[in-house]
């Protein structure tokens, strides 16, 4: 079995910052790619960014030059850090993973979700 838990959400004012964290457990074999998505109130989740083994990352167009993504393989864990927030980044934020468990079986997982909100 395979968790992805989230941590570093809440309430913060336009213009400041945030750390996510996700760590991957269990029986993991491999991670390949790791992403942050998040979902608004009435919106679809969408792509905020993501980063590959090798370290080459994407990211939504909106968050560009504000938020960076970063993973640590040695921990399976893959961090998001968010500067300059505004409040239209406000959603749920979900921790996602492209990974191989200990049968070979490849598979996306993801976490519960964690909150971001952004005061004006």
């Known amino acids: 079995q395979v968790q992805l838990v989230e941590s570093g959400g809440g309430l913060v004012q336009a213009g400041g910052s945030l750390r996510l964290s996700c760590a991957a457990s269990?029986?993991?074999?491999?991670?390949?790619?790791m992403g942050w998505y998040r979902q608004a109130p009435g919106k679809q989740r969408e792509l905020v960014a993501t980063?590959?083994?090798?370290?080459?990352?994407n990211y939504l167009d909106s968050v560009k030059g504000r938020f960076t993504i970063s993973r640590d393989n040695a921990k399976n864990t893959v961090y998001l850090q968010m500067n300059s927030l505004k409040p239209e980044d406000t959603a749920v934020y979900y921790c996602?993973?492209?990974?191989?468990?200990?049968?070979?079986?490849?598979?996306?997982?993801w976490g519960q979700g964690t909150q971001v909100t952004v005061s004006s």
């Open positions: 996602n993973a492209d990974l191989t468990n200990e049968y070979g079986w490849r598979f996306d997982s």
């Open positions: 980063i590959t083994v090798g370290d080459s990352t």
């Open positions: 269990g029986r993991i074999f491999s991670i390949s790619a």
